[in-house]
């Protein structure tokens, strides 16, 4: 590198003065010009690693696609996925252990929670069943206002036990007159739903089930999100609330959405949780 002196030096004579000046601030600012070019090395090896990992996570999601249900519940990966996974999980196996039974008998109303419990226990133990879970019993009740109970049993086995066809049967004979299970329903959002689908027309939900090989009457009922008279001029779709009486379907739904007539296709925006 020439130093100051032969910078001063010229074929023609003298450098200005200026001249000079600018290049001793240049030859100044060379050791810093060259920390900096090692800095933006560094910083470009960071951001290097960095995309490699980005590549290797957008291969994973490509080579293994999970549908949403799965996701909420898959328990390893990320930080902090644990104990999202805790509450969906414990909401799922309370939900899993209780059985809700609707029940038109004036004398079974009138009875304490305490007697019905003690009652529903009796009736489990004189049901007699070879696979009968050991030590099934009805641990709580929820009472309804406008009538039946929420049983909450002590496992899901004993719920899945309790409503096998034989045994449910026997159950309800014996705990109340016109007593019969209701099954849960699950909402799930839709979008992308053509206006001319009619939800409060039976014959439509009818249509979806068997377009799309569903059970029949799983699709309960069906509603617009938004009231008709509040949308916008030529909207041609919009978004829909379904709602589903068996989990089996839900989860089906939820998988690979709906369709209408092999034309409309309709997706599966949101649902609570994964169902089971």
Request: net charge positive; proline share 2%; hydrophobic share 40%.
């Amino acid at each position: 590198m020439q130093s100051l002196a032969d910078l001063m030096k010229s074929s023609k004579g003298v450098i200005p003065l200026s001249t000079i000046r600018k290049q001793s601030k240049i030859l100044e600012t060379m050791p810093n010009i060259g920390e900096q070019v090692d800095g933006l090395q560094a910083a470009a090896k960071e951001i290097k690693s960095h995309i490699g990992k980005v590549t290797n996570a957008t291969d994973k999601l490509t080579s293994n696609p999970m549908p949403y249900c799965d996701a909420l519940v898959e328990r390893t990966g990320r930080m902090g996925r644990d104990v999202v996974d805790g509450r969906i999980l414990y909401e799922i196996e309370r939900k899993a252990k209780q059985i809700l039974i609707d029940f038109k008998d004036n004398e079974t109303a009138m009875t304490s929670t305490e007697a019905l419990i003690d009652k529903a226990n009796g009736i489990i133990v004189s049901i007699e069943d070879r696979d009968c879970p050991e030590n099934t019993k009805v641990e709580s009740i929820t009472r309804f206002l406008k009538g039946g109970a929420l049983l909450h049993l002590n496992s899901r086995e004993a719920t899945h036990w309790l409503q096998e066809l034989g045994i449910e049967e026997v159950f309800l004979q014996k705990f109340a007159k016109n007593a019969s299970v209701r099954e849960r329903q699950h909402h799930i959002l839709l979008h992308g739903v053509l206006i001319t689908f009619d939800p409060g027309n039976n014959r439509y939900l009818w249509e979806i089930e068997k377009a799309n090989k569903l059970l029949k009457y799983s699709l309960l009922k069906a509603r617009w999100i938004k009231l008709e008279g509040r949308r916008q001029k030529g909207q041609t779709h919009a978004h829909a609330m379904a709602v589903i009486g068996l989990a089996e379907v839900a989860n089906h739904i939820i998988r690979d959405g709906l369709h209408q007539e092999n034309r409309n296709f309709l997706k599966v925006a949101l649902s609570c949780l994964k169902l089971s």
